[in-house]
């Protein structure tokens, strides 16, 4: 298992931008992939990005497509996604995950077994 560990969220204008981090502490060599969710209240967790650990292949959610970018460094150990021309509809928890197998393509959160405690990204109009 690794811990991961989110920072970056925020409150921002409708518009706007954020850039979210998700440092990885532990064993990395085996993960396959790594990803980004989010929920917001009375909803359950949707999967926004996801990266294939050795390809660097992304994933991304309808919603998010053309706005969202995720990446990873791995000489850091970090883990990023840039958010653009932010919506009200984007306001959530999100949440950094990582699995060491499955079909993250799904974008389901089933498939990833570590979690970070998430960061709040609040958007208004």
């Known amino acids: 298992q690794v811990h991961l560990v989110e920072s970056g969220g925020g409150s921002v204008q409708a518009g706007g931008s954020l850039r979210l981090s998700c440092t990885v502490y532990?064993?990395?060599?085996?993960?396959?992939?790594m990803g980004w969710f989010r929920q917001a209240p009375g909803k359950g967790r949707e999967g926004v990005a996801v990266?294939?650990?050795?390809?660097?292949?992304?994933v991304y959610a309808d919603s998010v497509k053309g706005r969202f970018t995720i990446s990873q460094d791995n000489t850091k150990g970090t883990l990023s996604l840039q958010t653009n021309i932010l919506e009200p509809e984007d306001t959530a928890m999100y949440y950094c995950?990582?699995?060491?197998?499955?079909?993250?393509?799904?974008?389901?959160?089933?498939?990833?077994?570590?979690w970070g405690q998430g960061t709040q990204v609040t958007v208004f109009s």
């Open positions: 990266i294939y650990t050795d390809s660097g292949t992304t």
């Open positions: 532990g064993y990395t060599d085996s993960l396959t992939c």
């Open positions: 995950a990582a699995t060491y197998g499955g079909r993250c393509d799904t974008l389901s959160p089933n498939v990833f077994s570590s």
